[in-house]
């Protein structure tokens, strides 16, 4: 059972059958030997590693938790956007206010009082992100909070997302002074879903690329591209920004696959399993291809896949895909309020009737995650040969909105996992056998 029997044609045409497990992260010949690593610049690891097991959320019946030794802080200004992204999930939340510049004194007066500090006292191992809506919507209150905190946590990291429409010379300087890591959210060719692009408008173009040139050469900028039924063409993409950045290195990555959080969602979906098959084509062409490659989510899934065989890393360690299930990550109003996630409003329900206002930091161990499950509590992740890139998607969504998630999921990672399999072959997977996204009673038969 959560076996898989792969079968790969070389380039002479003849057939050769892998066996994967996902949940003991072995992958090996039909004959029983491991397929070897090093095309792939890897070996196996030595396997004696206590590996925990990741706490498995589970709604009221087991909720998570957070600690004050926060790693990953995520402060969400507000939900105010200068644009209506089809696809976003923060465009339905209910208003709950906030944001406001007189909040900032409050919220760096307190923080202290439920944060560590990170490893040294100074922020060292600790990374800030500041989120929107669009974070520069809130420039006056963004600026003396993130200012504040860097001089408070100097060894911090620091990171920004944003739609790239509101820069201007002074945002340049401060990011840059801040040392931030900055992903404009720009779907390239798929712009139009998002809203205006701001390559089009002179004055905007002139600010984002003022913005590329001074971050680059550190690292520290990509454009973050959301894929969906339209847009998934990785090798287009990559041509599109190499055009309009005229030039310069490209740095790229995927913000991941469309979620539907909602019916316009739902229209930019894959629809069907021809959509799906398709997508999935183009996403192991792409890495085949190379271009796929540019973009360094894809290279990231990759490679944490190529570590989960080398270490044989068991399902029963992995979180959620968007790590807001650990205790050590937490996303916060600046009224002190925390919430399942970033993306959504303390004012909001989740599917599960929960509320999305999770606890208060004044009570961190009070702290309840109900409005969530882990991956382990649904039989369809269970039964997944890409569970280990995957990682259960969205950990709070159910029911029509959960199945859709799951359909775009499986089509992105089963691209990347036969992308996976052909860079460490030198084959082409035609065939998969193995339980498949089974649901409870079909499961409870395999």
Request: aromatic share 8%; charged share 20%; net charge neutral.
């Amino acid at each position: 059972m959560n076996r898989y029997t792969i079968t790969l044609q070389d380039r002479a045409g003849a057939s050769h059958l892998v066996v994967y497990d996902p949940h003991a992260s072995t992958l090996r010949w039909s004959s029983g030997a491991p397929v070897d690593l090093a095309k792939v610049g890897m070996a196996p690891q030595i396997r004696d590693r206590d590996w925990q097991h990741a706490f498995a959320i589970n709604g009221v019946q087991a909720p998570g938790r957070k600690s004050r030794a926060i790693r990953r802080l995520k402060i969400q200004l507000g939900l105010k956007c200068n644009y209506g992204c089809t696809y976003c999930l923060q465009r339905f939340q209910p208003e709950a206010g906030g944001g406001a510049p007189d909040q900032v004194g409050a919220f760096l007066r307190n923080l202290p009082l439920w944060f560590d500090g990170g490893a040294d006292g100074k922020g060292a191992g600790v990374r800030f992100e500041f989120w929107g809506g669009e974070p520069f919507a809130y420039w006056k209150t963004l600026k003396p909070l993130g200012s504040a905190i860097k001089a408070a946590y100097p060894n911090a990291s620091f990171a920004i997302v944003t739609n790239g429409s509101l820069i201007t010379p002074e945002i340049v300087e401060w990011l840059d002074a801040l040392g931030a890591t900055v992903g404009i959210s720009h779907d390239g060719p798929g712009q139009s879903a998002r809203g205006p692009d701001p390559f089009e408008n002179r004055l905007q173009r002139l600010h984002l690329l003022a913005l590329y040139d001074r971050l680059l050469p550190q690292g520290r900028v990509s454009f973050n591209v959301v894929l969906t039924d339209t847009n998934h063409d990785l090798r287009a993409i990559a041509d599109w920004f190499a055009a309009k950045l005229e030039g310069r290195a490209l740095s790229l990555t995927v913000e991941g696959v469309v979620i539907p959080y909602h019916a316009e969602g739902h229209e930019c979906s894959l629809g069907g399993d021809e959509r799906q098959a398709a997508f999935m084509r183009s996403i192991l062409h792409a890495v085949v291809a190379g271009e796929g490659l540019a973009f360094n989510a894809v290279r990231r899934k990759l490679d944490d896949f190529f570590q989960s065989l080398a270490t044989a890393r068991p399902a029963h360690a992995l979180g959620q895909k968007c790590g807001m299930d650990r205790d050590d990550t937490i996303a916060v109003t600046l009224d002190g309020k925390v919430i399942t996630c970033q993306n959504v409003s303390p004012a909001g329900t989740a599917p599960n009737g929960a509320s999305h206002e999770i606890g208060n930091v004044e009570a961190l161990d009070a702290v309840r995650l109900a409005s969530a499950r882990h991956w382990s509590h649904r039989e369809e992740c269970r039964n997944c040969p890409v569970l280990q890139l995957c990682k259960g998607s969205c950990m709070y969504l159910e029911g029509r909105d959960r199945q859709q998630a799951c359909d775009n999921e499986f089509a992105w990672n089963l691209g990347l996992f036969a992308a996976a399999l052909f860079l460490l072959t030198d084959m082409v997977p035609v065939h998969i056998d193995g339980p498949m996204r089974l649901p409870p009673a079909e499961s409870a038969a395999a």
